[in-house]
């Protein structure tokens, strides 16, 4: 069992930047590769990115490519996500997830792919 708890959300404005955290419990978080979704209010839950165990490999969706990076810590079981040039658009609640599995191009941003979710942190951007 991994129980993930986020920090890091906030109120920022239009091209501010922010980073979150996700931290593991459990002594096998190294065993599991880890990702980011979101959840606009209204809108259905998206892949915003994952990355391997090793942090070998990351994968991005193409709103945030560019912007956004993933990384992982294993040693303090903390994954991050630094946010730059933040848009009214990436205003959500963000949620940490982790996967007994592997990813792989076919299955890395599907919801089903990940069997641990966090309980989200918020994230607005607003002038």
């Known amino acids: 069992q991994v129980q993930l708890v986020e920090s890091g959300g906030g109120l920022v404005q239009p091209g501010d930047s922010l980073r979150l955290s996700c931290v593991a419990s459990?002594?096998?978080?190294?065993?599991?590769?880890m990702g980011w979704f979101r959840q606009a209010p209204g809108k259905e839950r998206e892949f915003v990115t994952a990355i391997s165990v090793s942090g070998g490999r990351t994968y991005y969706a193409d709103s945030v490519k560019d912007r956004f990076t993933i990384s992982r810590e294993n040693a303090k079981n903390t994954v991050y996500l630094q946010m730059n040039s933040l848009k009214p658009e990436d205003t959500a609640v963000y949620y940490c997830?982790?996967?007994?599995?592997?990813?792989?191009?076919?299955?890395?941003?599907?919801?089903?792919?990940?069997?641990?979710w966090g309980q989200g942190t918020q994230v607005t951007v607003s002038s």
């Open positions: 997830t982790a996967t007994e599995g592997s990813l792989s191009y076919y299955n890395y941003n599907r919801g089903r792919t990940y069997n641990y």
């Open positions: 459990g002594r096998t978080f190294n065993k599991y590769p």
